[in-house]
């Protein structure tokens, strides 16, 4: 029962987030929760979210995967720099009057996707060697290149710092990836590779678990705030849609420079759009304020929707205007 419930929560992630995120601003709403010190909450769920998805991935694998380091390059530079250039632009402007909200723009532009970046690429019927490549070393730049982008972009807005960012980025990083890598190993060796991969199975069931704690504990803090301002949401909801639009155009149009063709364009165009939901809520419940993981709430609703209207809906034409590589 427990691992149908948690293999149903990792499918159905964007509604269980939309429910949990009503079911706090109703406790909220009726509970004073402002007083409420979610640390330690925010650090068991990060512990939550990030060991099960770090032990599920084989780090290993970046060894004899391919070496296509044109498009391993250009997916991190459109995955950090641009989206980064992007979520400032939005940041100054749509969100320039509310701090908190623009701070978690920075933080979505500054940490790219991560492990989600294989299961997309499965989706999209591309290159599953290409993506771990750059998901894994896409997650080992995260605590160089990530405090550094989040110092320049949001440091007008509020104080950032920058030291204790990389150490908590290393924290969550290197720590669960240690112990995944160390886990993952043990499993196989003492219960076989077929064991470990049913195991593996639910893994994206606890990770997402945690991340509905981090949300419901989170809004419920503001709840009060959001409901007296609802702008708030019509402001999130138009800077996001911005955000991947922005980004949308900008990967189709470097991938047609580029001359990737539909299997490796469409990974540049998802590493280019999607963010890292796990690591972007871990930083902001544990340094930020509760509106910046507000804001944050709202971006597994809105980048599932999105992932899958490219996928499936401008996929024909992707495939067209890149061309596709013959089986």
């Known amino acids: ?19 949990d995120f009503v ?8 509970l004073d929760m402002r007083s409420l010190n979610i640390k330690p909450i925010s650090m068991f769920a990060v512990f939550m979210m990030l060991y099960p998805m770090l032990t599920g991935m084989a780090v290993e694998k970046v060894k004899t995967a391919s070496k296509n380091f044109r498009l391993i390059i250009s997916t991190h530079f459109l995955a950090f720099f641009a989206a980064s250039g992007t979520a400032f632009l939005i940041s100054r402007t749509i969100l320039a009057h509310e701090p908190d909200l623009a701070l978690a723009m920075v933080l979505v532009g500054a940490i790219p996707c991560s492990n989600m970046l294989i299961g997309w690429t499965g989706i999209a019927d591309a290159s599953v060697e ?33 030291l204790r960012l990389a150490g908590n980025l290393l924290l969550y990083i290197v720590v669960p ?64 849609l911005c ?30 759009t999607a963010s890292s939901q796990a690591i972007s ?32 809906g401008m996929g024909p034409w992707l495939k067209r205007f890149w061309g596709k590589l013959e089986n």
């Open 1 to 19: 029962m427990i691992r149908k419930n948690l293999m149903r929560i990792k499918q159905y992630l964007y509604l269980f987030v939309a429910v």
């Open 23 to 30: 079911c706090a601003l109703i406790v909220g709403s009726n």
């Open 130 to 162: 290409d993506a771990i490549v750059i998901a894994v070393t896409g997650l080992l730049l995260l605590p160089i290149l990530s405090p550094i982008l989040v110092r320049v972009n949001g440091g007008a807005i509020i104080p950032i710092p920058t």
């Open 177 to 240: 990836l240690i112990l995944g890598y160390i886990t993952r190993k043990r499993i196989i060796a003492t219960k076989g590779q077929a064991y470990f991969m049913e195991l593996k199975k639910v893994f994206p069931g606890v990770s997402a678990t945690g991340i509905l704690i981090i949300i419901f504990f989170s809004v419920a803090k503001v709840a009060p705030i959001i409901l007296h301002k609802p702008v708030l949401f019509f402001l999130v909801a138009v800077a996001l």
């Open 243 to 272: 955000y991947y639009l922005i980004q949308l155009t900008v990967a189709i149009v470097a991938a047609k420079v580029l001359r990737f063709r539909y299997e490796q364009g469409i990974i540049l165009l998802l590493g280019a």
């Open 281 to 312: 809520l871990a930083i902001a419940a544990t340094m930020f304020s509760s509106l910046t993981v507000f804001a944050l709430s709202f971006k597994p609703i809105l980048q599932v929707f999105f992932i899958l209207a490219v996928i499936y």
